[in-house]
T-cell receptor
């Protein structure tokens, strides 16, 4: 079955540091890939997505590139802010073959804390 | 901007009681989902619902669980006889035809 593996956390950075959160996946078909963010006390918000190989998703300074050859979708940001402190989830969704109705498979989440 | 809403935000119930968690998906969406997140663990898929029927469910979604879209706007998750291990955050999500799902803020269920 499908699975998503994220780097172990938590991650603690100083403001303006570079962020990478690793994500790799296993899928039987051709998944779409997502990063969701969960701020304290809130639900899941879509941060960015990529639907095919070599696509780059970007939003709010965050980027991730769909790498089929390495089955990865690492999240990066060049300069983090205190307001980026949250839990980040990598996820995939498969729609192929008519047997999947797009359920999301999530990684375990990475807690990011950014200090001033 | 349209959003998914969920009520209540927090539900406390005793073991063995029935609970109904309510969701109002975005109005023109067609696919509906429930997920749960046990504290400190990953978000897990429970069930998907399309065209007024369950389209897919996980092994977690046993006979104690049911879903319903009673009136074309609400989407409910019922747990017939709650167990301690049902304590979790329950998220509703919906989508139209594009791949991304939009999540509600969640209902925290505490079973005592």
């Amino acid at each position: 079955g499908n699975s998503v593996t994220q780097m172990e956390g938590p991650v603690t950075l100083s403001e303006e540091a570079f962020l990478t959160i690793n994500c790799t996946y296993t899928a039987t078909g051709y998944p779409s890939l997502f990063w969701y963010v969960q701020y304290p006390g809130e639900g899941l918000q879509l941060l960015l997505k990529a639907t095919k190989a070599d696509d780059k998703g970007s939003n709010k300074g965050f980027e991730a590139t769909y790498r089929k050859e390495t089955t990865s979708f690492h999240l990066e940001k060049g300069s983090v802010q205190v307001s980026d402190s949250a839990v980040y989830f990598c996820a995939l969704s498969e729609m192929s073959g008519g047997t999947s109705y797009g359920k999301l498979t999530f990684g375990q989440g990475t807690i990011l804390t950014v200090h001033p | 901007e349209p959003e998914v809403t969920q009520t209540p935000s927090h539900q406390v119930t005793q073991m063995g009681q029935e609970v109904i968690l309510r969701c109002v998906p975005i109005s023109n969406h067609l696919y509906f989902y429930w997920y749960r997140q046990i504290l400190g663990q990953k978000v897990e898929f429970l069930v998907s619902f399309y065209n007024n029927e369950i389209s897919e469910k996980s092994e977690i979604f046993d006979d104690q669980f049911s879903v319903e879209r009673p009136d074309g706007s609400n989407f409910t998750l019922k747990i017939r006889s709650t167990k301690l291990e049902d304590s979790a955050m329950y998220f509703c999500a919906s989508r139209r035809t594009v791949v991304e799902q939009y999540f509600g803020p969640g209902t925290r269920l505490t079973v005592t």
